[in-house]
Protein backbone atom coordinates (compact mmCIF):
# COMPACT_ATOMS: atom_id res chain seq x y z
CA UNK A 1 0.00 0.00 0.00
CA UNK A 2 1.13 3.57 -1.29
CA UNK A 3 2.10 5.48 1.80
CA UNK A 4 -0.41 8.24 0.64
CA UNK A 5 -3.21 5.45 0.99
CA UNK A 6 -1.97 5.05 4.21
CA UNK A 7 -2.52 8.43 5.60
CA UNK A 8 -5.62 9.03 3.58
CA UNK A 9 -7.09 5.67 5.52
CA UNK A 10 -5.36 6.86 9.03
CA UNK A 11 -7.00 10.01 8.56
CA UNK A 12 -10.28 8.96 8.03
CA UNK A 13 -10.60 5.94 10.48
CA UNK A 14 -9.31 8.51 13.44
CA UNK A 15 -11.75 10.92 12.42
CA UNK A 16 -14.33 8.13 12.93
CA UNK A 17 -13.06 6.77 15.82
CA UNK A 18 -13.09 10.56 17.02
CA UNK A 19 -16.91 10.96 16.31
CA UNK A 20 -18.02 7.97 17.80
CA UNK A 21 -15.82 8.73 21.13
CA UNK A 22 -16.59 12.70 21.37
CA UNK A 23 -20.62 11.64 21.34
CA UNK A 24 -20.24 9.22 23.62
CA UNK A 25 -18.34 10.95 26.09
CA UNK A 26 -20.37 13.88 25.65
CA UNK A 27 -23.35 11.58 27.00
CA UNK A 28 -25.57 12.58 29.74
CA UNK A 29 -27.66 10.90 32.20
CA UNK A 30 -31.06 12.12 30.87
CA UNK A 31 -30.04 12.09 27.06
CA UNK A 32 -31.62 10.17 24.76
CA UNK A 33 -32.05 10.31 21.46
CA UNK A 34 -32.57 8.48 17.72
CA UNK A 35 -29.97 7.18 15.50
CA UNK A 36 -30.91 9.99 13.08
CA UNK A 37 -29.94 12.86 15.73
CA UNK A 38 -26.75 11.24 16.24
CA UNK A 39 -26.05 11.21 12.25
CA UNK A 40 -27.13 14.67 12.05
CA UNK A 41 -25.39 16.57 15.19
CA UNK A 42 -22.66 18.82 15.40
CA UNK A 43 -20.16 16.32 16.16
CA UNK A 44 -21.07 14.23 12.68
CA UNK A 45 -21.22 16.97 10.56
CA UNK A 46 -17.51 18.18 11.64
CA UNK A 47 -16.40 14.89 10.75
CA UNK A 48 -18.04 14.88 7.43
CA UNK A 49 -16.65 18.68 6.91
CA UNK A 50 -13.18 17.18 7.98
CA UNK A 51 -13.43 14.27 5.47
CA UNK A 52 -14.14 16.85 2.80
CA UNK A 53 -11.25 18.98 3.49
CA UNK A 54 -9.09 15.62 3.43
CA UNK A 55 -9.97 14.88 0.30
CA UNK A 56 -9.42 18.82 -0.95
CA UNK A 57 -6.22 18.62 0.44
CA UNK A 58 -5.49 15.37 -1.47
CA UNK A 59 -6.36 16.99 -4.87
CA UNK A 60 -5.25 20.74 -5.30
CA UNK A 61 -2.08 21.13 -7.27
CA UNK A 62 1.17 21.04 -4.94
CA UNK A 63 2.68 23.97 -6.68
CA UNK A 64 0.17 26.11 -4.87
CA UNK A 65 1.10 24.79 -1.05
CA UNK A 66 4.30 26.02 -1.84
CA UNK A 67 4.21 29.09 -3.79
CA UNK A 68 5.54 32.40 -2.43
CA UNK A 69 2.27 33.93 -3.15
CA UNK A 70 0.18 31.41 -0.61
CA UNK A 71 2.95 31.23 2.01
CA UNK A 72 3.22 34.97 2.36
CA UNK A 73 -0.29 36.17 2.02
CA UNK A 74 -1.09 32.70 4.34
CA UNK A 75 1.18 34.16 7.47
CA UNK A 76 0.22 37.57 7.42
CA UNK A 77 -3.61 36.52 7.53
CA UNK A 78 -2.55 34.11 10.57
CA UNK A 79 -0.84 37.16 12.34
CA UNK A 80 -3.89 39.61 11.89
CA UNK A 81 -5.93 37.07 12.57
CA UNK A 82 -4.02 36.45 16.15
CA UNK A 83 -4.02 40.05 16.80
CA UNK A 84 -8.11 40.42 16.41
CA UNK A 85 -8.36 37.38 19.12
CA UNK A 86 -6.82 39.08 21.67
CA UNK A 87 -8.94 42.53 20.69
CA UNK A 88 -12.16 42.56 23.07
CA UNK A 89 -15.67 42.29 21.53
CA UNK A 90 -13.65 40.31 18.64
CA UNK A 91 -11.97 37.34 19.93
CA UNK A 92 -14.19 35.10 22.62
CA UNK A 93 -13.14 33.52 26.04
CA UNK A 94 -13.37 29.97 26.49
CA UNK A 95 -12.55 28.52 29.88
CA UNK A 96 -10.60 31.55 31.05
CA UNK A 97 -8.76 31.80 27.73
CA UNK A 98 -9.17 34.25 24.76
CA UNK A 99 -8.51 31.92 21.70
CA UNK A 100 -11.38 32.13 19.68
CA UNK A 101 -13.36 34.69 16.83
CA UNK A 102 -16.52 33.98 16.25
CA UNK A 103 -18.65 34.21 13.25
CA UNK A 104 -21.91 34.35 14.20
CA UNK A 105 -23.05 30.47 15.85
CA UNK A 106 -19.59 29.25 13.52
CA UNK A 107 -16.27 29.80 16.12
CA UNK A 108 -12.36 29.93 14.61
CA UNK A 109 -9.40 29.03 15.99
CA UNK A 110 -6.76 31.47 15.00
CA UNK A 111 -4.15 29.21 16.70
CA UNK A 112 -4.96 26.22 14.36
CA UNK A 113 -4.62 28.36 11.06
CA UNK A 114 -1.28 29.78 12.24
CA UNK A 115 -0.15 26.26 12.92
CA UNK A 116 -0.39 25.32 9.86
CA UNK A 117 0.03 28.00 7.78
CA UNK A 118 3.97 28.93 9.49
CA UNK A 119 4.27 25.45 7.81
CA UNK A 120 3.60 26.65 4.31
CA UNK A 121 6.30 30.28 4.55
CA UNK A 122 9.07 27.85 5.91
CA UNK A 123 8.91 25.61 3.54
CA UNK A 124 9.05 28.14 1.21
CA UNK A 125 11.12 30.32 2.97
CA UNK A 126 14.12 27.42 3.48
CA UNK A 127 14.20 26.15 -0.09
CA UNK A 128 14.58 29.79 -1.60
CA UNK A 129 17.63 30.08 0.94
CA UNK A 130 19.34 26.80 1.13
CA UNK A 131 22.90 28.88 1.03
CA UNK A 132 22.23 31.65 3.43
CA UNK A 133 20.71 29.20 6.01
CA UNK A 134 23.64 28.42 7.91
CA UNK A 135 24.19 32.22 8.23
CA UNK A 136 22.57 33.90 11.49
CA UNK A 137 21.83 37.07 10.21
CA UNK A 138 21.14 36.52 6.48
CA UNK A 139 19.32 33.23 6.72
CA UNK A 140 17.78 32.00 10.04
CA UNK A 141 16.95 35.67 12.01
CA UNK A 142 14.09 36.71 9.43
CA UNK A 143 12.71 33.15 9.76
CA UNK A 144 13.43 33.23 13.37
CA UNK A 145 11.83 36.65 13.62
CA UNK A 146 8.39 35.34 12.18
CA UNK A 147 8.05 32.35 14.32
CA UNK A 148 9.10 34.39 17.23
CA UNK A 149 5.69 36.92 16.38
CA UNK A 150 3.24 33.76 15.93
CA UNK A 151 4.65 32.62 18.66
CA UNK A 152 4.74 35.70 21.08
CA UNK A 153 0.81 35.95 19.96
CA UNK A 154 0.11 32.72 20.56
CA UNK A 155 2.03 32.48 24.08
CA UNK A 156 -0.30 35.30 25.56
CA UNK A 157 -3.46 32.63 25.88
CA UNK A 158 -2.24 29.22 24.39
CA UNK A 159 0.97 28.14 26.23
CA UNK A 160 0.74 24.84 24.54
CA UNK A 161 0.10 25.42 21.12
CA UNK A 162 2.58 27.98 21.03
CA UNK A 163 5.59 25.57 22.34
CA UNK A 164 4.15 22.95 20.09
CA UNK A 165 4.94 25.96 17.03
CA UNK A 166 8.06 26.87 18.35
CA UNK A 167 9.05 23.13 18.24
CA UNK A 168 8.21 22.17 14.65
CA UNK A 169 9.42 25.07 13.46
CA UNK A 170 13.18 25.26 15.20
CA UNK A 171 13.00 21.21 13.17
CA UNK A 172 12.37 22.43 9.87
CA UNK A 173 14.57 25.45 10.09
CA UNK A 174 17.66 22.94 10.99
CA UNK A 175 16.45 20.72 8.41
CA UNK A 176 16.55 23.39 6.08
CA UNK A 177 20.02 23.90 7.10
CA UNK A 178 20.09 26.40 10.05
CA UNK A 179 23.20 25.71 12.13
CA UNK A 180 22.37 24.07 15.78
CA UNK A 181 24.76 26.19 17.37
CA UNK A 182 22.91 29.59 16.08
CA UNK A 183 19.24 27.73 17.06
CA UNK A 184 20.75 26.97 20.50
CA UNK A 185 21.98 30.76 20.75
CA UNK A 186 18.24 31.62 19.70
CA UNK A 187 16.99 28.94 22.46
CA UNK A 188 17.81 31.12 25.30
CA UNK A 189 15.70 33.93 24.58
CA UNK A 190 13.37 32.04 23.55
CA UNK A 191 13.17 29.82 26.66
CA UNK A 192 13.22 32.99 28.80
CA UNK A 193 10.21 34.27 27.45
CA UNK A 194 8.66 30.94 28.42
CA UNK A 195 9.65 31.02 31.85
CA UNK A 196 8.18 34.89 31.91
CA UNK A 197 5.17 33.42 30.44
CA UNK A 198 4.98 30.72 33.21
CA UNK A 199 5.97 33.11 35.82
CA UNK A 200 3.12 35.81 35.24
CA UNK A 201 0.43 33.61 35.28
CA UNK A 202 0.23 31.76 38.99
CA UNK A 203 -2.16 29.06 37.17
CA UNK A 204 0.91 28.02 35.40
CA UNK A 205 3.11 27.43 37.83
CA UNK A 206 0.58 25.74 39.92
CA UNK A 207 0.08 23.30 36.66
CA UNK A 208 4.12 22.71 37.09
CA UNK A 209 3.84 21.83 40.96
CA UNK A 210 0.68 19.87 40.58
CA UNK A 211 2.11 17.86 37.55
CA UNK A 212 5.11 16.81 40.54
CA UNK A 213 2.14 15.82 42.99
CA UNK A 214 -1.22 15.93 42.55
CA UNK A 215 -2.32 14.82 45.10
CA UNK A 216 -1.16 17.58 46.73
CA UNK A 217 -4.39 19.20 45.46
CA UNK A 218 -6.45 16.49 44.45
CA UNK A 219 -9.49 18.63 44.40
CA UNK A 220 -8.51 21.14 42.42
CA UNK A 221 -5.62 21.60 39.75
CA UNK A 222 -4.61 17.92 40.48
CA UNK A 223 -8.13 16.83 40.11
CA UNK A 224 -8.03 16.81 36.02
CA UNK A 225 -4.93 14.05 36.17
CA UNK A 226 -6.22 12.16 38.71
CA UNK A 227 -9.78 11.73 37.04
CA UNK A 228 -7.92 11.09 34.17
CA UNK A 229 -5.49 8.32 35.48
CA UNK A 230 -8.87 6.92 36.97
CA UNK A 231 -10.70 6.35 33.81
CA UNK A 232 -7.63 4.79 31.64
CA UNK A 233 -7.28 1.95 35.25
CA UNK A 234 -10.63 1.40 35.15
CA UNK A 235 -10.56 0.25 31.00
CA UNK A 236 -8.67 -2.52 32.27
CA UNK A 237 -7.83 -4.60 28.92
CA UNK A 238 -11.00 -4.81 27.12
CA UNK A 239 -12.64 -1.57 28.68
CA UNK A 240 -16.34 -1.48 29.67
CA UNK A 241 -18.07 -0.94 26.43
CA UNK A 242 -19.03 1.70 24.80
CA UNK A 243 -21.07 4.22 26.04
CA UNK A 244 -20.46 2.64 29.22
CA UNK A 245 -17.73 4.77 30.91
CA UNK A 246 -17.92 6.29 34.34
CA UNK A 247 -15.20 9.21 34.40
CA UNK A 248 -17.61 11.27 31.82
CA UNK A 249 -20.60 12.03 33.99
CA UNK A 250 -19.41 14.63 35.53
CA UNK A 251 -16.08 13.39 37.26
CA UNK A 252 -13.62 14.06 33.92
CA UNK A 253 -13.85 17.64 32.83
CA UNK A 254 -12.82 18.21 29.21
CA UNK A 255 -13.67 14.50 28.34
CA UNK A 256 -14.68 15.40 24.79
CA UNK A 257 -11.24 17.74 24.25
CA UNK A 258 -7.93 16.67 26.14
CA UNK A 259 -9.01 14.14 27.67
CA UNK A 260 -10.57 12.07 24.98
CA UNK A 261 -8.15 9.17 25.55
CA UNK A 262 -8.98 9.03 28.95
CA UNK A 263 -12.71 8.24 27.68
CA UNK A 264 -11.39 5.94 24.81
CA UNK A 265 -9.03 4.13 27.43
CA UNK A 266 -11.70 3.13 29.84
CA UNK A 267 -14.19 2.21 26.88
CA UNK A 268 -12.10 0.63 25.12
CA UNK A 269 -9.52 -0.54 27.54
CA UNK A 270 -6.00 -1.17 26.59
CA UNK A 271 -6.80 -3.00 23.44
CA UNK A 272 -8.79 0.66 22.54
CA UNK A 273 -5.68 2.35 23.73
CA UNK A 274 -3.13 0.50 21.66
CA UNK A 275 -5.44 0.79 18.72
CA UNK A 276 -5.13 4.37 18.51
CA UNK A 277 -1.20 4.53 19.30
CA UNK A 278 -1.43 2.01 16.39
CA UNK A 279 -3.21 4.78 13.76
CA UNK A 280 -0.92 7.23 14.83
CA UNK A 281 2.47 5.10 14.54
CA UNK A 282 1.37 4.47 11.12
CA UNK A 283 0.43 7.91 10.35
CA UNK A 284 4.01 9.09 11.59
CA UNK A 285 5.57 5.80 9.11
CA UNK A 286 3.43 6.81 6.01
CA UNK A 287 4.51 10.42 6.50
CA UNK A 288 7.82 9.82 6.76
CA UNK A 289 8.24 7.28 3.86
CA UNK A 290 7.20 10.64 1.98
CA UNK A 291 9.04 13.00 3.43
CA UNK A 292 12.12 10.74 2.74
CA UNK A 293 10.97 10.50 -0.83
CA UNK A 294 10.83 13.95 -1.79
CA UNK A 295 13.74 15.28 -4.59
CA UNK A 296 12.41 19.35 -3.98
CA UNK A 297 13.45 20.81 -0.78
CA UNK A 298 9.93 22.89 -0.56
CA UNK A 299 8.09 19.48 -0.60
CA UNK A 300 10.34 17.82 1.58
CA UNK A 301 10.15 20.33 4.63
CA UNK A 302 6.45 21.04 4.09
CA UNK A 303 5.85 17.19 4.59
CA UNK A 304 8.41 17.24 7.31
CA UNK A 305 6.22 19.99 8.97
CA UNK A 306 2.86 18.11 9.08
CA UNK A 307 3.65 15.10 10.20
CA UNK A 308 6.53 16.48 12.93
CA UNK A 309 3.26 18.62 14.02
CA UNK A 310 0.46 16.16 14.08
CA UNK A 311 3.15 13.59 16.16
CA UNK A 312 4.48 16.02 18.42
CA UNK A 313 1.14 17.12 19.26
CA UNK A 314 -0.31 13.80 19.75
CA UNK A 315 2.64 12.69 21.91
CA UNK A 316 2.23 15.83 24.01
CA UNK A 317 -1.34 15.20 24.58
CA UNK A 318 -0.85 11.45 25.55
CA UNK A 319 2.02 12.53 28.17
CA UNK A 320 -0.83 15.11 29.44
CA UNK A 321 -3.52 12.61 29.96
CA UNK A 322 -1.27 9.60 31.37
CA UNK A 323 0.18 12.60 34.12
CA UNK A 324 3.43 12.27 32.82
CA UNK A 325 3.57 16.06 31.71
CA UNK A 326 2.35 19.05 32.83
CA UNK A 327 -1.61 19.85 31.93
CA UNK A 328 -1.72 21.81 29.02
CA UNK A 329 -4.75 22.17 26.51
CA UNK A 330 -3.54 20.17 23.60
CA UNK A 331 -6.01 18.08 21.69
CA UNK A 332 -5.42 15.12 20.15
CA UNK A 333 -5.17 15.45 16.77
CA UNK A 334 -8.61 14.21 14.72
CA UNK A 335 -9.98 12.50 18.00
CA UNK A 336 -10.28 15.38 20.48
CA UNK A 337 -13.79 17.49 19.64
CA UNK A 338 -12.96 20.43 17.16
CA UNK A 339 -13.90 22.30 14.39
CA UNK A 340 -10.93 23.75 13.61
CA UNK A 341 -8.42 21.53 14.65
CA UNK A 342 -10.58 18.66 12.37
CA UNK A 343 -10.47 20.68 9.21
CA UNK A 344 -7.50 22.05 9.40
CA UNK A 345 -5.71 19.03 10.32
CA UNK A 346 -7.71 16.41 7.92
CA UNK A 347 -6.63 19.26 5.14
CA UNK A 348 -3.24 19.46 5.76
CA UNK A 349 -2.93 15.67 5.67
CA UNK A 350 -4.34 15.41 2.49
CA UNK A 351 -1.96 17.81 1.37
CA UNK A 352 0.47 15.31 2.78
CA UNK A 353 -0.91 12.40 0.79
CA UNK A 354 -0.67 14.45 -2.36
CA UNK A 355 2.90 15.16 -1.79
CA UNK A 356 4.12 11.51 -2.25
CA UNK A 357 5.75 11.30 -5.47
CA UNK A 358 3.61 7.85 -6.40
CA UNK A 359 0.25 9.56 -6.75
CA UNK A 360 -0.72 8.48 -10.17
CA UNK A 361 -2.19 11.96 -10.76
CA UNK A 362 1.33 13.60 -9.97
CA UNK A 363 2.24 14.28 -13.90
CA UNK A 364 -0.89 16.06 -14.62
CA UNK A 365 -0.09 18.87 -12.40
CA UNK A 366 1.85 21.84 -13.61
CA UNK A 367 5.35 21.32 -12.48
CA UNK A 368 6.51 23.46 -10.15
CA UNK A 369 9.61 25.06 -10.86
CA UNK A 370 12.51 24.63 -8.42
CA UNK A 371 13.36 27.79 -6.85
CA UNK A 372 17.14 29.27 -7.11
CA UNK A 373 18.93 29.22 -3.97
CA UNK A 374 19.75 33.01 -3.15
CA UNK A 375 23.38 33.37 -3.05
Known sequence: MAPRDVVLIVATALL?????????????VTQSGTV???ATNRTTLLA???????????????????????????????????????????????NGARRWINFGPIGFQPSELAKWTLLLFLAWYGATRVRRMGQA???????????GLLCGLTLLEDLGTAVLIGTVAAIVLIAAGARLKHMIMLAVPAAAALLVAIAVE????????IFLDPWAD?????????????????????????????QKFGYLPEDTTDFIFSIITEEFGLLGATLVVGLFIALLWAGWRIVT?????ARQLLALGIIAT?????????????????????????????????????????VLARLDPTAPAASMLPREPIPEAVP
Open 48 to 94: IAAVAALLLGRSIPVAWTTSRAVAVTSIVVAGVLLALVLVPGIGSKV
Open 293 to 297: SQVRP
Open 137 to 147: RRGLLPAFAVV
Open 36 to 38: ADL
Open 218 to 246: PEGRGYHVIQSMAAIHGGGIGGRGLGNGI
Open 202 to 209: PYRLKRLQ
Open 310 to 350: VSLQTLMNLLVVTGLAPTKGIALPLVSSGGTGWVMTAFMLG
Open 16 to 28: ALGAVAVQSAGMT
